[in-house]
């Protein structure tokens, strides 16, 4: 399984991005998908979720800003984050569950991607 994230870049605030996963190999299109992000200096975070199911989980500081959803015929996941604020500075990983735990912990996600940086400018 191979995940790839596309679509972060150096925006300022108060803008908008859509960063995009695609995931090939053996997974379905309908697993548990994650979104998670990593400032310098602090621990890797859980953003958002969709489940198996099309339920949706995000954190509490980008409840109302971002929306996650998916293609599953495509196999990708997209994040359209609004109103970006410099704390959203991150590098944005994809992550997938193929046991469909739905829990989002760091540690239960089976594979990962390698990310793409997102700068938000104030």
Request: hydrophobic letters at 35%; glycine letters at 10%.
């Amino acid at each position: 399984v191979q995940l790839q994230a596309f679509g972060g870049a150096l925006v300022q605030a108060r803008g908008s991005l859509r960063p995009s996963c695609v995931a090939s190999g053996r997974i379905l299109g309908i697993n548990d998908m994650g979104w998670y992000r990593q400032a310098p200096g602090k621990e890797r975070e859980f953003v958002a979720g969709i489940s198996w199911n099309t339920r949706t989980y995000y954190r509490d500081s980008v409840k109302d800003r971002f929306t996650i959803s998916r293609v599953n015929v495509e196999k990708t996941v997209y994040l359209q984050m609004n109103s970006l604020k410099p704390e959203d500075t991150a590098v944005y990983y994809c992550a997938v569950d193929r046991m469909n735990a739905g829990t989002w912990n760091i540690d239960g996600m089976e594979y990962w991607g390698k990310g793409t940086q997102v700068t938000v400018s104030s």
